[in-house]
């Protein structure tokens, strides 16, 4: 198929708006490319937040106001005669992004129909960003924690004296968890050291502890981020 002389490509839709065409493929047709690993270029004129949380594999991240033209086409993946897609939430962006990009001289702009939001819809494939709990805790805060469990351990009973540390450890937490991961990935062992008795530490234990035998038991960390507590010798 051919429209004023220049040829479009197999599922690429034309819709006349008000005597200007705009070029779409359907959600579909873009996944069926990825599904058969075939070469596309694709751009997401979305927030820089929108497109963390979810995107298309491949997809390149360019929000609508920082879109330059100019460097978009000199930085294509492929030739300028192939489609270049684009992408936003539903289809009212991407489609004044391709406008920028035709007045630039790219002829191929092509608007993915309905957005993330028809390409979700259809379950087709995307990249999540993993979600990890965050806790906000200001230093006020903590000292308010801290000297009040202290005054618990003092007044009541000295059990209490543990709530200062389980805050410090929840806080903490996700810290602990990133650098185990960054440690593990690049085949750090750090120098981590378990204190215990040598039949704890044979147990299931945290990659890349050492053994470090003596006759004090203090704090154990635990896979699965739980903290053993138990008294001093």
């Known amino acids: ?19 200007s065409y705009m070029k779409t493929i359907h959600p579909i047709g873009l996944a069926r490319m990825i599904t058969t690993h075939q070469p596309f270029d694709l751009i997401d004129v979305r927030t820089k937040e929108e497109f963390d949380k979810t995107h298309i594999p491949g997809a390149r991240s360019i929000p609508l106001p920082e879109l330059r033209a100019s460097k978009v086409l000199r930085d294509r993946k492929l030739s300028a005669t192939e489609p270049l897609y684009v992408i936003c939430r539903s289809r009212v962006l991407a489609g004044l992004a ?12 092509v608007v993915v129909d309905g957005g993330m939001e028809a390409w979700q819809a ?8 993993k979600w ?31 709530l200062p540390l389980i805050v410090g450890f929840a806080v903490l937490s996700p810290r602990i968890h990133s650098f185990f991961q960054r440690q593990m990935r690049h085949g750090h062992s750090g120098d981590l050291t378990h204190t215990g008795p040598r039949e704890e530490w044979a147990a299931p234990h945290v ?27």
Do not use: W, Y
């Open 1 to 19: 198929m051919a429209i004023g002389g220049e040829p479009v490509h197999p599922g690429i839709s034309i819709l006349d708006q008000k005597e």
């Open 98 to 109: 391709t406008g920028i990009l035709e007045g630039a001289g790219c002829a191929n702009a």
């Open 122 to 129: 259809q379950g087709l494939p995307i990249v999540r960003k």
């Open 132 to 162: 990890f709990p965050k806790i906000a805790i200001d230093a006020p805060m903590l000292a308010l924690v801290a000297g009040f469990g202290f005054g618990l351990g003092l007044a009541v009973h000295e059990v209490f004296f543990v």
């Open 207 to 233: 990659f890349g502890v050492a053994a470090h035998l003596g006759s004090a038991k203090d704090i154990f960390l635990h896979p699965h981020h739980q903290v053993r507590f138990a008294k001093c010798h």
